[in-house]
């Protein structure tokens, strides 16, 4: 039974040029892509996305960096996916995260870090259902 997660490729990789690099490493991989679309949050949708974040000090740069340029919105599917996608991202700081990483091969920052993805079964079904509620 194929778990779902949700990943954001977020505007500083849009920016840069790396949607496509960042696809088609999760198509390598055997991901199924299983929905996908670019758009450009606006504050509310940011803070329903971070609703765990939105108290936090690095929230408000992290807020005007999310909503600052598009982002392409996709969900990935296959086996033990959550998992899979966190570590070929890598952790959270750039600078730290592991070669071979998405982040860790791409990222310098702390904040423009490329991606998001559901860090649990939890988190994926809430975020697939406000990024994609037809999936649900
Ligand atoms: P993400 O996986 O999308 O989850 C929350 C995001 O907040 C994280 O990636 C980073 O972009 C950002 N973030 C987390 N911790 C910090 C921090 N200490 N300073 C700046 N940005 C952070």
Known sequence: PDERTLVLIKPDAVRRGL?????SRFERKGLRLDAMVQRTLDESFADQHYAEHVDKPFYPPLKAFMTGGPLVALVLSGDQVIEVVRGMIGVTDGRRAA??????????????????????????????GLWFPELL
């Open 99 to 128: 070669a071979g990483t998405i982040r860790g091969d791409l990222s310098l920052s702390n904040r423009e870090n490329l991606v998001h993805a559901s860090d649990s079964v939890d988190s994926a079904k809430r975020e697939i």
């Open 19 to 23: 949607v496509g690099e960042i696809i």
